[in-house]
């Protein structure tokens, strides 16, 4: 049965038809959104901001700043915000975009053309301009030619092959000083951010080979301890939670300097546990669960007792009423009023920015200079370049809840952020 959303779609060759259609329209529209790019870039010139730079001093204002590789134009720093904001992304992702069109239409311009021309798909040709960003003009130039006759027939490993190639040709030095640099590319991840509900997360990393054989044997070792302890978990187990008692004993290691050297006291483990409770919380439907603050998921409290359990030292800290209102007359704010600002709205306030609010600034709505007070209801977290640009462009908002946003951007959009969602408004709010 043909469905209602698909037209004239009741055979199977009709529906592939309607499809291959669809993706053509879709890949048409990202070269426009790459085409608008381009124009935005060029209606915010660096000569719309030279004016406003500092010569000396701390800088705040804003500033033109590059975006893409050597000899593209330089673009006002704030204006890829608006852009991101129309489209429904972060200011980093609307960054990238424009930053790659500026690559392709400047550095790449064979390889520009053939997605203008519907011959490269626009995600590809993306790719190939982050890759080519950090090499001189020159070096970009020698991949776009050699690129552009066969880039429907390599893969992105031979692409990077030739990315390669070009900068040890054109740029030696910089190959050298990347190679020297490389162990800058060494990590170590462990994805707090992503906890699964279960209370276990994701770990990853780059090392040394020598590190890694190390770190490797130590948890190997771990691992068979448990087993000789009479752990009967598989080995898999058994090595993760190796690797956690091998970071507690790091972090429980007191040395003390003695006359015959140094001794090892180990401490508590200690969990905080931030109680926070305001009338929406209070609620038996929640019963069961916990919220981790740091990494924003959500665990278990069969999760939280265990982590508690043993000898862990657990500190209950004072609890901060989200509802309550607080006010202070001076224009710094105090402690108590920064922890229920950030507790209200976890992330910065501005739209689509998931930058933790513990490491945004606190600002003032309303301007303090301008009558605005101190308090619960005009304070919100901003990440300092979005907390730059409400300062000295024609962003503005007004914080309308304890955790929802109504912004206004330089050109009339309006969006609104509310519990960590934005949304965009199809037409300005009342006056009222």
């Not at 030739?162 to 060494?186: C, I, N």
């Not at 790091?250 to 926070?276: C, N, S, Y």
Request: with cysteine; hydrophobic share 40%; aromatic share 4%.
């Amino acid at each position: 049965m043909a469905s209602p959303e698909l037209p004239d779609c009741d055979t199977p060759a009709a529906v592939l038809a309607f499809a291959q259609e669809q993706r053509a329209a879709v890949q048409r529209g990202e070269v426009l959104i790459l085409e608008a790019a381009l124009v935005w870039a060029a209606m915010h010139p660096e000569e719309s901001v030279a004016d406003a730079a500092p010569t000396t001093g701390l800088v705040f204002g804003e500033l033109a700043v590059p975006l893409a590789g050597e000899g593209t134009p330089l673009v006002a720093e704030f204006a890829p915000m608006e852009l991101g904001a129309a489209l429904g992304m972060s200011t980093d992702a609307a960054r990238s975009l424009v930053g790659d069109a500026l690559e392709l239409a400047h550095r790449l311009k064979r390889t520009w053309a053939l997605v203008r021309a519907g011959e490269m798909p626009a995600w590809k040709a993306r790719r190939v301009a982050q890759l080519t960003t950090t090499l001189p003009l020159a070096g970009a130039e020698y991949v776009d030619r050699q690129l552009a006759p066969v880039v429907g027939k390599i893969g992105f490993a031979a692409i990077g092959r030739l990315v390669e190639h070009a900068r040890v040709t054109f740029d030696p030095e910089g190959a050298e000083k990347q190679r020297r640099q490389a162990a800058d590319g060494r990590r170590f991840d462990v994805h707090t951010e992503a906890a699964d509900f279960d209370g276990t997360v994701q770990v990853e990393g780059t090392l040394d080979l020598a590190d890694a054989l190390d770190l490797d044997a130590a948890i190997r070792q771990g691992a068979q301890e448990l087993a000789a302890l009479g752990s009967a978990e598989p080995l898999d187990v058994r090595r993760s939670r190796a690797a956690g008692e091998l970071a507690r004993r790091q972090l429980t290691l007191d040395l003390m300097t003695e006359a015959g050297g140094t001794a090892a006291v180990a401490k508590p483990r200690q969990v905080v546990i931030h109680v926070h409770l305001s009338h929406a919380a209070i609620s038996r439907d929640e019963a069961g669960i916990a919220r981790v603050e740091e990494t924003r998921s959500i665990v278990s409290t069969d999760q939280v007792r265990d982590w508690c359990t043993g000898d862990a030292q657990v500190v209950i800290k004072p609890v901060i009423d989200l509802d309550a209102h607080h006010h202070t007359d001076a224009y710094a704010v105090p402690d108590r009023l920064v922890e229920q600002t950030r507790l209200a709205q976890p992330t910065c306030a501005f739209p689509w920015c998931e930058r933790p609010a513990r490491r945004c600034d606190t600002d003032h709505v309303v301007a303090h200079g301008d009558g605005g007070p101190t308090c619960s209801c005009n304070l919100a977290p901003l990440c300092r370049r979005h907390h730059r640009a409400k300062t000295h462009t024609g962003w503005t908002y007004d914080k309308t809840e304890p955790a929802t946003y109504l912004w206004r951007s330089p050109h009339g959009l309006h969006l609104v952020k509310s519990d960590g969602t934005t949304r965009l408004l199809t037409a300005h709010p009342p006056d009222a």
